[in-house]
């Protein structure tokens, strides 16, 4: 090995000599979701000591990999790691929203617990809940490691930045990608290869507002686009499928392609808008 390419190396390798792997990371999520769920724990926690051992040793892998990064070992590792564990019942009742509302909007869900053990979405939103309450507490790494983790496993891409309200449920999933500042309200249902972007990729604009508002009760069929920090889908619309949008939509809107017969070509896709009644 040239000695450029050596030095170059060497010092790759001593940028955090204690950093956690990305599979420490992982291997703490998958943890704290048997600690949720009995389908991802290793084994049941039947009785009340078990679970609060269980949470004890949750929380001191958190320190530890809070303790190994210096970026985040200054932010105060108990005082964050206990923040984090607070905030265990918020997270935990949001998922249990989510699962009913996976459960409820597929005619193909035959229980809650099937949700749990087999539907990608709601892994990935597990993810997402957990990354996004380590993202607010200002934790560096951690958060994208879980999402992408998820992201690995799922096909389904949500930054831990994004902000997502109650009973949010993805469909099948793969080929999502939700944005760090989308703003999803509550009730939203999402169907695969939905992006949810921005306009821009100029890093000039890493603070501002890139992505879409999804008002609540919206539902957004495979493969719509929608992009803009401006854009707004007004509440209880329906974005159909394979649709482009860079512009707002009123509520209770309904959007979608429909093919027209066209003497040249045998039919050409038009875009439809159409507003509900009030």
């Known amino acids: 090995m040239k000695k450029e ?31 949720f769920y009995l389908d991802f724990a290793e084994a049941p926690l039947i ?7 269980e949470e004890k040793r949750l929380i001191a892998v958190l320190e530890d990999l809070l303790s190994r990064n210096p970026l985040n070992a200054i932010l105060g590792v108990k005082k964050v790691t206990k923040a984090f564990f607070d905030a265990l019942p918020e997270i935990y009742e949001m998922l249990n929203k989510d699962i009913m509302a996976i459960y409820e909007g597929d005619p193909a869900c035959t229980s809650r617990r ?37 992201h690995s496993q799922t096909g ?16 099948h999933g793969t080929g999502i990608v939700i944005g760090e500042t989308t703003l999803i309200h509550d009730h939203v249902k999402i169907y695969q290869g939905v992006t949810l972007g921005a306009l821009s990729v100029d890093k000039a604009d890493a603070d501002t507002k890139r992505h879409p508002t999804i008002e609540s009760k919206c539902v957004l069929y495979a493969g719509a686009t929608i992009l803009g920090g ?24 309904k ?10 070509d045998g039919g050409i896709d038009k875009l439809v808008f159409k507003e509900f009644a009030k």
């Open 47 to 53: 009785e009340a000591s078990l679970i609060q051992e």
């Open 230 to 253: 401006e854009t707004i889908i007004g509440a209880g619309s329906i974005i159909g499928g394979n649709t482009w949008i860079t512009r707002s939509v009123p509520p209770n809107s």
């Open 5 to 35: 390419l050596l030095d170059r190396l060497l010092k790759e390798h001593q940028i955090c000599k204690t950093c956690p792997s990305p599979s420490e990371v992982s291997d703490f999520f998958k943890k704290l979701m048997g600690l």
């Open 255 to 264: 959007i979608y392609y429909q093919a027209t017969m066209n003497n040249e």
């Open 156 to 171: 389904v891409d949500i930054h831990p930045g994004a902000t997502i309200g109650a009973s949010f449920c993805i469909d």
């Open 114 to 150: 099937e949700v749990i053990r087999s539907y990608p979405g709601f892994y990935a939103i597990a993810a997402y809940r957990i990354a996004n309450k380590m993202h607010a507490l200002e934790i560096e790494d951690l958060p994208r490691i879980i999402t992408e983790h998820a």
